[in-house]
T-cell receptor, first 112, second 119 residues
């Protein structure tokens, strides 16, 4: 079982809709959870991080964490064509160890 | 937010030569930096953990004599690809942890990445 799993997509949504991305992880002791956006040929860009169960909102993005079920999700509201990218879920398993385990990424395409 | 700078962004080298990639944390001190490699349409694969003042920790399957890592200061780590071959052509990305940011812990930022092409 992979440490971090994501649906590879592609996920296609119309402009203005909500894009929902899911990520599951295998290590129940995981501490920190990150969502990165990566445009083709570019480096990952941090969107959000979340540590506690529940929802965390930042602009059009909402991260949701459920440690009991070992999943973390990302909602993108009012999707824009500029949101078209690959979204990487990353998990940090230990508080004092900054090493990240990445999922394979979900490719999102927002149709104008 | 915190910024990590990587240089060069693109480099072409001849097979058999060595190439150095720099990773700098611009407005924070990073005791730990990470080096990743990413092949087209694949996810990031961690190569090694770079620790300031000590030897790097390499992931399984990564040749430490081929990918030399030096973390001489709290703001600079370098990756040297020695005796490069065409199969080393890839996107190399560094990341650094900015300790203390966030409510309960650290935040990790990536450099812009370096495209290496070995011809």
């Amino acid at each position: 079982q992979k440490e971090v799993e994501q649906n590879s997509g592609p996920l296609s949504v119309p402009e203005g809709a909500i894009a929902s991305l899911n990520c599951t992880y295998s290590d129940r002791g995981s501490q920190s959870f990150f969502w990165y956006r990566q445009y083709s040929g570019k480096s990952p860009e941090l969107i959000m991080f979340i540590y506690s169960n529940g929802d965390k909102e930042d602009g059009r993005f909402t991260a949701q964490l459920n440690k009991a079920s070992q999943y973390v999700s990302l909602l993108i509201r009012d999707s824009q064509p500029s949101d078209s990218a690959t979204y990487l879920c990353a998990v940090n398993t230990r508080v004092n160890d900054y090493k990240l385990s990445f999922g394979a990424g979900t490719t999102v395409t927002v149709r104008a | 937010g915190a910024v990590v700078s990587q240089h060069p962004s693109r480099v072409i080298c001849k097979s058999g030569t060595s190439v150095k990639i720099e990773c700098r944390s611009l407005d924070f001190q990073a005791t730990t930096m990470f080096w990743y490699r990413q092949f087209p349409k694949k996810s990031l694969m961690l190569m090694a953990t770079s620790n300031e003042g000590s030897k790097a920790t390499y992931e399984q399957g990564v040749e430490k004599d081929k990918f030399l890592i030096n973390h001489a200061s709290l703001t600079l780590s370098t990756l040297t690809v020695t005796s490069a071959h065409p199969e080393d052509s890839s996107f190399y990305i560094c990341s650094a942890s900015s300790q203390g940011l966030g409510v309960t812990g650290n935040t990790i930022y990536f450099g812009e990445g370096s495209w290496l092409t070995v011809v």
